[in-house]
Protein backbone atom coordinates (compact mmCIF):
# COMPACT_ATOMS: atom_id res chain seq x y z
CA UNK A 1 0.00 0.00 0.00
CA UNK A 2 1.55 3.64 -1.07
CA UNK A 3 -0.79 5.32 1.18
CA UNK A 4 -0.74 5.69 5.02
CA UNK A 5 -2.12 2.61 5.89
CA UNK A 6 -3.09 0.54 8.96
CA UNK A 7 -2.43 -3.22 9.33
CA UNK A 8 -5.30 -4.31 11.62
CA UNK A 9 -5.84 -7.92 12.91
CA UNK A 10 -9.44 -9.26 14.26
CA UNK A 11 -10.16 -12.16 16.48
CA UNK A 12 -13.19 -14.00 14.84
CA UNK A 13 -14.73 -17.76 15.00
CA UNK A 14 -16.48 -16.89 12.15
CA UNK A 15 -14.14 -15.42 10.09
CA UNK A 16 -16.59 -12.31 9.20
CA UNK A 17 -17.16 -10.88 12.27
CA UNK A 18 -15.30 -9.25 15.62
CA UNK A 19 -16.82 -12.20 17.29
CA UNK A 20 -14.26 -14.02 19.83
CA UNK A 21 -12.36 -13.01 23.13
CA UNK A 22 -8.26 -12.81 21.86
CA UNK A 23 -7.42 -15.74 24.50
CA UNK A 24 -9.73 -17.93 22.95
CA UNK A 25 -10.05 -16.56 19.64
CA UNK A 26 -10.37 -19.78 16.53
CA UNK A 27 -8.58 -17.75 14.10
CA UNK A 28 -7.19 -14.07 13.63
CA UNK A 29 -7.67 -12.17 10.46
CA UNK A 30 -5.50 -9.57 8.96
CA UNK A 31 -6.11 -6.22 6.41
CA UNK A 32 -4.24 -3.51 5.36
CA UNK A 33 -6.56 -0.79 5.83
CA UNK A 34 -5.97 2.86 3.59
CA UNK A 35 -9.16 5.72 4.03
CA UNK A 36 -10.11 4.45 0.82
CA UNK A 37 -9.19 0.92 0.37
CA UNK A 38 -8.79 -2.49 2.44
CA UNK A 39 -7.16 -5.55 1.38
CA UNK A 40 -6.99 -9.02 3.29
CA UNK A 41 -3.58 -10.12 4.35
CA UNK A 42 -3.72 -13.31 6.10
CA UNK A 43 -5.30 -15.91 8.44
CA UNK A 44 -3.93 -17.14 11.56
CA UNK A 45 -5.83 -20.43 12.99
CA UNK A 46 -5.43 -21.49 16.68
CA UNK A 47 -6.03 -25.04 18.00
CA UNK A 48 -6.61 -25.19 21.84
CA UNK A 49 -3.13 -25.78 22.35
CA UNK A 50 -1.78 -23.13 19.88
CA UNK A 51 -1.04 -21.98 16.40
CA UNK A 52 -2.28 -24.40 13.90
CA UNK A 53 -1.46 -22.64 10.67
CA UNK A 54 -3.70 -22.74 7.90
CA UNK A 55 -6.62 -25.13 7.55
CA UNK A 56 -5.78 -25.64 11.24
CA UNK A 57 -7.63 -24.01 14.27
CA UNK A 58 -9.76 -26.99 16.21
CA UNK A 59 -10.59 -25.18 19.27
CA UNK A 60 -11.61 -26.99 22.12
CA UNK A 61 -15.17 -27.83 22.67
CA UNK A 62 -15.01 -29.19 25.90
CA UNK A 63 -16.10 -26.78 28.08
CA UNK A 64 -12.90 -25.78 29.61
CA UNK A 65 -11.67 -22.56 30.57
CA UNK A 66 -8.93 -21.68 28.44
CA UNK A 67 -7.02 -20.24 31.54
CA UNK A 68 -7.00 -23.66 32.38
CA UNK A 69 -3.92 -23.99 29.90
CA UNK A 70 -2.07 -21.60 31.30
CA UNK A 71 -0.34 -23.31 33.37
CA UNK A 72 2.80 -21.28 35.38
CA UNK A 73 4.45 -20.51 31.92
CA UNK A 74 7.64 -22.04 32.91
CA UNK A 75 7.44 -24.69 29.82
CA UNK A 76 4.77 -27.23 31.70
CA UNK A 77 1.92 -25.50 31.04
CA UNK A 78 0.95 -24.21 27.53
CA UNK A 79 -0.15 -20.41 27.49
CA UNK A 80 -2.16 -19.19 24.82
CA UNK A 81 -1.70 -15.69 24.81
CA UNK A 82 2.52 -16.87 23.32
CA UNK A 83 1.32 -17.63 19.69
CA UNK A 84 -1.65 -14.86 19.90
CA UNK A 85 0.32 -11.90 20.80
CA UNK A 86 3.54 -13.69 18.26
CA UNK A 87 0.92 -13.41 15.48
CA UNK A 88 0.23 -9.87 15.64
CA UNK A 89 3.95 -8.83 14.44
CA UNK A 90 3.56 -6.08 11.41
CA UNK A 91 0.12 -4.98 12.96
CA UNK A 92 -1.07 -1.45 14.55
CA UNK A 93 -4.16 -2.32 16.02
CA UNK A 94 -6.31 -5.91 17.18
CA UNK A 95 -9.76 -5.42 17.33
CA UNK A 96 -11.77 -8.06 19.68
CA UNK A 97 -14.79 -9.07 21.64
CA UNK A 98 -12.86 -8.58 24.68
CA UNK A 99 -9.10 -9.46 26.54
CA UNK A 100 -7.95 -9.81 30.04
CA UNK A 101 -5.62 -7.43 31.57
CA UNK A 102 -2.25 -9.68 31.13
CA UNK A 103 -3.30 -9.74 27.38
CA UNK A 104 -3.64 -6.29 27.19
CA UNK A 105 -0.18 -5.39 28.54
CA UNK A 106 1.23 -8.17 26.65
CA UNK A 107 -0.21 -6.59 23.47
CA UNK A 108 0.72 -3.25 24.48
CA UNK A 109 4.15 -4.41 24.60
CA UNK A 110 4.39 -5.44 21.49
CA UNK A 111 3.37 -1.43 20.41
CA UNK A 112 -0.16 -2.68 18.93
CA UNK A 113 -3.64 -0.82 19.84
CA UNK A 114 -6.11 -2.79 21.63
CA UNK A 115 -9.78 -2.35 20.70
CA UNK A 116 -12.48 -3.88 22.97
CA UNK A 117 -15.55 -4.08 21.05
CA UNK A 118 -18.98 -4.16 23.38
CA UNK A 119 -20.61 -6.62 21.01
CA UNK A 120 -20.09 -8.81 17.92
CA UNK A 121 -19.42 -6.21 14.85
CA UNK A 122 -19.15 -7.61 11.17
CA UNK A 123 -15.54 -7.57 9.69
CA UNK A 124 -16.79 -4.90 6.99
CA UNK A 125 -18.33 -2.92 9.50
CA UNK A 126 -15.03 -2.19 11.45
CA UNK A 127 -12.99 -1.49 8.34
CA UNK A 128 -15.38 1.13 6.93
CA UNK A 129 -15.72 2.88 10.50
CA UNK A 130 -11.68 2.56 11.18
CA UNK A 131 -11.47 4.37 7.55
CA UNK A 132 -14.22 6.85 8.42
CA UNK A 133 -11.69 7.84 11.56
CA UNK A 134 -9.05 8.07 9.15
CA UNK A 135 -10.43 10.22 6.89
CA UNK A 136 -10.24 14.06 8.32
CA UNK A 137 -8.09 14.10 11.57
CA UNK A 138 -7.79 11.09 12.84
CA UNK A 139 -7.90 10.73 16.40
CA UNK A 140 -4.77 10.93 18.51
CA UNK A 141 -4.57 6.99 19.30
CA UNK A 142 -5.14 5.82 15.57
CA UNK A 143 -2.36 8.66 14.23
CA UNK A 144 0.16 7.05 16.80
CA UNK A 145 0.20 4.23 14.49
CA UNK A 146 -0.37 4.76 10.94
CA UNK A 147 2.16 2.99 8.73
CA UNK A 148 4.12 4.38 5.39
CA UNK A 149 4.32 2.18 2.45
CA UNK A 150 7.34 0.41 4.16
CA UNK A 151 5.53 -0.36 7.21
CA UNK A 152 7.57 2.27 9.12
CA UNK A 153 4.99 3.99 11.74
CA UNK A 154 4.90 7.92 10.75
CA UNK A 155 6.14 10.07 13.15
CA UNK A 156 3.11 12.48 14.01
CA UNK A 157 4.92 15.70 12.43
CA UNK A 158 5.20 14.06 9.41
CA UNK A 159 1.45 13.16 9.29
CA UNK A 160 -0.67 14.90 6.64
CA UNK A 161 -4.16 16.07 8.41
Same mark, same amino acid.
Given at each position: ???? &?? !????????????????? $?? =???? $??? /?? !????????? /? =??? +???????? *?? %????????????????? *??? &???? /????? $??? *???????? *???????? +?? &???????? =??? %?? +?????????? %???????????? !???? +??? %????????????
Amino acid at each position: MDAA &HL !RIAITTNSLVAVDANFA $SA =KQMV $SYD /VT !RDASEFVDV /V =KFN +RFGRKGIG *GG %QGGADGRCVMDDMGDDD *GAG &HDPL /VERVE $SLT *GCSVVFTL *GLSDLAAV +RI &HNERVFPV =KSA %QV +RDIEDVILQL %QRLMSGTPPLWL !RRVL +RDA %QGNRLPLDEQEI
